[in-house]
């Protein structure tokens, strides 16, 4: 192939130069077009995200930083961490409005911003500054990320936890094999172990355990144990220890111990042993994933991951490999299966695709463009998945098709990948990343903006909350919810909205009166009941659409319950 880029390469080149001269602020600036609509656009999402956000907005209203609650339910599943942080957030930028799910956003975008720049600093250790600034690139515009940074869940900020503590120990892995190399300094390695001991907070033993094996089987494949030492474990442990310690013991004390035997007794120990919550999937599953999941870095990583395993040889090659290779391989074998499982490598896999690209000067062998042009399809794959995502869906779970204008932005980031792709399969690798991050600025607009708000179908609890919002009235009881019970519409009516078993329902709308949703599978059984009880209710109205985190249709009507006399 011909060495000339398809494209007006010295003008890419420059932007992509004049990027890297203040990588900071473009990857902030980068990371806001990329998430913030979505941050802003999207409805609270079921059933993970709603429940961190009201547990979060419980812990606004009553001001118990220790105990984590959904309702009057405990909800010990994941540490403090992220709570605090959103909390925390809703309570700077809410300005008492606690139902405004951005707010709870903000600790996600934050975790996803500081994941980016830490990749940066993390490949700074093994490579200049164009290559670093490809790698947090590359990391800032994959779609699991944006989808983890756009949403109140852990995973982001759990993502920077594990990128500061790797960084470190990289470092003093790198150190020990080049005595010219100067090892991590004490304060650096307490703030690497301070890094771990937030992820402990944060999501319980992931961000210890990725650490730990990544340097129990470096130390395995080199056989050689003694640079372990410069890690300073027994300061460390104390480090970690003082940050997750008070919290430890004072949940301890709050629940009983039901926190301990929820979250590592059924939680972890039960993802580890069964597909939980309907979530089993057989090995292959992130493999089958990756087309979307890692999508744009696609572009470069099959010979990237072929040119790393050539050169294993090399110390940072060989710590991005064990660390990239032990989540992949766990996340794969664990039966319970979320996408967002092998998130932690991205930044090992990004880094791993910036060094390649960041050293090939001579023409590519035949089998190299052999695996440039799969890793192309592969790109292509994905690019025609999210381009035809927002423009098709809002036809099976919206009222009408996408506005034109919102259509040929999608077509015009499709264009903008291509000539990306074509860039990268003349070796010209920086203006094709140059327009892969307009591409994917403008597709993931389009998702987020123009399609996902309009699948109306899909935002049954928005619906109902607004059903309710118009036809309640003052002194109205808490709304009583029958059947649909999802933590969304919790989240958007309120902490003190009734959740009765369905055994239960008419006798607290009987008792009580107000607005009652019921779902319609409920709805003879509530009526006759509440019949039985002499109350009465009318109806007000219907929304009807797909429960998504069922995979079902759901109608839900709007009653006005008269109590018994």
């Not at 319980?204 to 056989?223: E, K, M, N, Q």
């Not at 009881?477 to 919790?490: A, C, D, F, K, R």
Request: hydrophobic letters at 55%; one cysteine or more; a positive charge.
């Amino acid at each position: 192939m011909s060495g000339e880029s398809v494209s007006e390469t010295p003008l890419a080149e420059r932007i992509y130069a004049a990027c890297t001269r203040r990588p900071v602020l473009v990857l902030f600036l980068l990371c806001l077009a990329l998430w913030l609509p979505g941050i802003l656009s999207l409805p609270a999402m079921d059933r993970d995200e709603a429940r961190f956000a009201q547990a979060s907005k419980q812990m606004v209203e009553t001001g118990n930083l220790v105990d984590i609650r959904f309702g009057t339910v405990p909800r010990y599943k994941k540490p403090i961490g992220i709570y605090w942080l959103q909390a925390a957030s809703t309570a700077v930028f809410g300005h008492g409005a606690l139902n405004a799910i951005w707010t709870y956003r903000v600790p996600s975008f934050l975790g996803g911003f500081a994941a980016v720049l830490l990749t940066f600093w993390l490949v700074r250790a093994i490579g200049p500054p164009s290559v670093a600034f490809a790698a947090a690139l590359l990391l800032a515009l994959c779609l699991l990320l944006a989808v983890e940074s756009i949403i109140a869940t852990t995973d982001a900020v759990l993502l920077a936890t594990v990128v500061a503590g790797q960084g470190v120990l990289l470092r003093a892995y790198l150190a020990a094999r080049d005595s010219a190399r100067a090892p991590p300094g004490l304060a650096l390695i307490l703030i690497g172990w301070a890094a771990i001991g937030i992820g402990v907070l944060i999501k319980g033993p992931v961000t210890p355990v990725i650490c730990l094996f990544t340097a129990l089987l470096l130390s395995l494949w080199d056989r050689q144990w003694s640079w372990l030492r410069t890690l300073r474990p027994l300061r460390g442990l104390g480090v970690l220890l003082l940050i997750v310690l008070p919290w430890l013991i004072a949940i301890g004390i709050e629940s009983h111990g039901a926190f301990f035997a929820q979250s590592l007794g059924h939680d972890f120990a039960g993802k580890l042993g069964t597909g939980q919550e309907s979530h089993g999937a057989p090995p292959g599953y992130y493999l089958a994933l990756s087309t979307i999941t890692l999508w744009p870095a696609t572009l470069f990583l099959i010979p990237a991951l072929v040119s790393a395993v050539r050169n294993r040889r090399d110390p940072a090659i060989r710590f991005l490999l064990v660390w990239a290779g032990l989540v992949w391989i766990a996340a794969e074998l664990v039966p319970t299966k979320l996408p967002h499982y092998v998130l932690p490598a991205f930044p090992a896999l990004m880094a791993l695709a910036a060094l390649w690209f960041g050293a090939v000067k001579a023409p590519l062998s035949r089998a190299q463009r052999y695996l440039v042009g799969v890793a192309a399809v592969q790109f292509a794959v994905g690019m025609a998945l999210i381009v035809a995502a927002p423009i098709l869906a809002p036809r099976f779970y919206g009222h009408g098709p996408l506005p034109l204008w919102f259509v040929l932005a999608g077509l015009a980031g499709a264009v903008i990948g291509l000539v990306a792709l074509l860039n990268a399969c003349h070796r010209a690798f920086h203006p094709a990343l140059t327009f892969t991050a307009a591409a994917a600025v403008l597709l993931y607009g389009v998702v987020t903006v123009g399609g996902a708000p309009r699948l109306d179908r899909l935002w049954v609890s928005e619906h109902a909350a607004a059903l309710v919002a118009h036809n309640a009235r003052p002194g109205d009881p808490p709304p009583i919810l029958i059947g649909y019970q999802e933590p969304s519409l919790v989240f958007l009516l309120g902490t003190h909205t009734r959740l009765p078993a369905s055994g239960d329902a008419a006798a607290a709308a009987a008792r009580n009166g107000g607005l009652a949703l019921v779902e319609e599978r409920d709805r003879s059984g509530f009526l006759a009941h509440l019949s039985a009880l002499g109350a009465n209710a009318h109806a007000l109205g219907q929304v009807s659409g797909l429960n998504y985190s069922r995979g079902k249709p759901v109608r839900i009507t709007l009653y006005r319950v008269k109590p018994a006399p």
